[in-house]
């Protein structure tokens, strides 16, 4: 049960840039290292021009996240589902978590979840996150209600889910290993509170109370760290948990000083028929890569291009990562006409 819980923290990642969230969800294919917090970490500080210090942070698993389309399936499961964000830890027995967002013109809701035998339905009211980009300051908040399953236990659920750009400042990882992580960050967070019941006898058989907060470099665009709380209590199911996950971007965060090193702009951006590449230090390119928000690659090429046609692509975000000739990798979102 805990290890499913743990997962659900993965509902909110998001993308930002500088005190904006530019994107709800990770770029596909990033990595995260699951990590322990021994001495702990502060995470009080809010507001603007924050520092926060996360020392003692120790390895503990890896998770992968992806991106795809829904099937008919899941579709007709999850209705308005437009994207399905998969989480995979790939230590041990690989295990995948499944997360149903919708996304279109009113902003991004979140229709679902299913990890396991643990599975929320956002069917009555979806989650709504909010319409991006988002602001420092920007809060939305509101009801949601669906249905529930767990270990052949189905029922309904009720309750709020509250969206929250509250801060901004500077990230600092110290790291044995590789150079400190230290870059500006803003932070997103998000509390929900679900009432779960079984009608029409048993009603407020437990309650899950969730708390997570995102930071997302506004350097790299990408989200530099994850923290997660979760407490489920349910005398009815005989369940009374608390758990945390700690989560770093492992290419960001333990790679900084690579990212800076193959740092590059993409111009225009948006883009319509041509985007073209300016390296930092004018690096030769050995590699581009171009996928689309559902990770599917859209275009490669070893060449050492300044210039792409982009006019076939279809409108929409898309990710460029670049192979410098030093091998070190950067990745930077851009927008199709």
Known sequence: MKTKLLLLASLFSIASFSQTISTF????????????????????????????????????????????????????????????????TQDGTPTVSDFFLKVDGSGTSITGVSQGDIVLNYSTTNAFIGLFPMSFGTTNSGAVAGTFTYQGTSGTFTGTATANVEAYGTLIIPDATFPDYSAPVTRLRIDQTLSFSIPPIFNNIGTLTQTTYYYYDNTADNLAFRYNNIVLVSGFLGINETSETFERNTAVTLSRNTSETTSFELYPNPAKDLITI???????????????????????????????SVSNLQQGMYFMTLETSNGAFATKKFIKQ
């Open 278 to 308: 300016q390296t930092n230090n004018n690096q030769e390119v050995n590699m581009v890569r171009i996928m689309d928000v559902q990770g599917r690659e859209v275009f490669a090429s070893h060449q050492n291009l300044a210039t792409i």
């Open 25 to 88: 969800g990770s770029d596909p294919m990033t990595d995260f290292t699951i990590v322990n917090a021994t001495s702990g970490i502060d995470q009080s500080p809010t507001g603007t021009n924050t520092v926060w210090t996360f020392n003692n942070l120790t390895p503990a698993g890896t998770n992968i996240d992806t991106y795809a389309a829904p099937t008919a399936m899941q579709l007709t499961t999850y209705p308005g589902t437009t994207e399905v964000l998969s989480i995979t």
